[in-house]
């Protein structure tokens, strides 16, 4: 079942295929860490039954290069965004080249945007700004949204709440804020994705006993590799960079805490990804 790539790369406690192929809805495959081995990742993901793949994009050179990879890979698709850390780069042009990219098939959400106000890379201003433009665009396209919020909550739900009416659906990607926070996303109807945070014992533990709060039509499931490599692996990762294969753990660890089982996780969180990215049902 494991090809090559994986044998001599992943350790053997992580060798296991879930149940259910499984749908990656954050994998930053168009970061500099996988330029070198990115087809040995994408094998090590297929084999690992991570059958699909939604690539980030994050700035237009991103994006570009994520519609590049979709249309050369079965399985990948791409999304297309400006991150909340460039939304002090935000004009008319990049409007115009990031509109032009909703329109291609391989596209199949807005985003990466949001509101970062942990880090402020862009001022809130600059970032609200090119928010309010996204969503205008996500309007515009009828294409999901794929959301980044830190530390931004309050200000997020206010925009969104504005406009919900003419958006069609949003994904909070990398959930981990609080409980009062989760219940306003779903009381807007969004979507939830849960990255490997979980995993970490020293932060993602409020959000073990939150994730039961999220109902599995609701919840998809993520990397957002290279980033955020699961603490508690059960073996060491040569490289210590995240990647897809890794799902089905994070997978585990999110099962543990809804109270079900992983194949029930990972056929649930997969259905609601092909409805909500309005994928093709044979991932
Ligand atoms: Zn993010």
Redesign the pocket.
């Known amino acids: 079942m494991a090809t090559s790539a994986v044998d001599s790369f992943l350790p053997e406690a992580l060798q296991f295929r879930p149940g259910a192929p499984l749908v990656d809805i ?1 994998a930053n495959l168009t970061h500099e860490s996988f330029q070198r081995d990115l087809g040995d990742v994408i094998a090590r993901a297929k084999a690992a039954n991570v059958a699909t793949l939604i690539v980030t994009g994050t700035d237009i050179e991103h994006a570009e290069h994520a519609v590049e990879l979709a249309k050369q890979t079965p399985g990948i698709y791409a999304t297309a965004g400006i ?1 909340p850390h460039d939304a002090s780069g935000w004009n008319s042009d990049v409007a115009r080249q990031l509109k032009a990219l909703h329109q291609q098939p391989e596209v199949v959400a807005v985003g ?1 945007c ?1 509101l970062d106000f942990n880090r402020n890379f862009s001022t809130p201003h600059e970032q609200e700004r090119a928010f309010e433009a996204q969503l205008a665009l996500a309007a515009e396209s009828g294409l999901p949204l794929f959301l ?1 919020e830190r530390d931004a909550g309050q200000r997020m739900r206010e925009m969104l709440h504005s406009w919900r009416d003419d958006i069609s659906q949003a994904v909070i ?2 959930f981990t804020a609080d409980r009062d926070t989760l219940h306003g996303y779903l009381d807007l109807d969004l979507h939830i994705g849960l990255t490997g945070w979980i995993c970490d014992e020293r932060r993602g533990h409020h959000l073990r006993s939150v994730v039961k709060d999220i109902p599995l039509e609701r919840l998809m499931v993520e990397t ?1 590799c290279p980033y955020l490599l699961p603490r508690n692996l059960p073996a060491k990762l040569k490289g210590r960079r995240h990647e897809p294969a890794l799902l089905p753990w994070i997978v585990r660890e999110i099962a543990q805490w809804h109270d079900v089982t992983e194949t029930e996780l990972g056929e649930a969180t997969t259905r609601t990804a092909q409805r909500f990215f309005r994928l093709d049902a044979e991932a």
């Open positions: 954050g991150h990466e949001g980044h990607h990398c957002d």
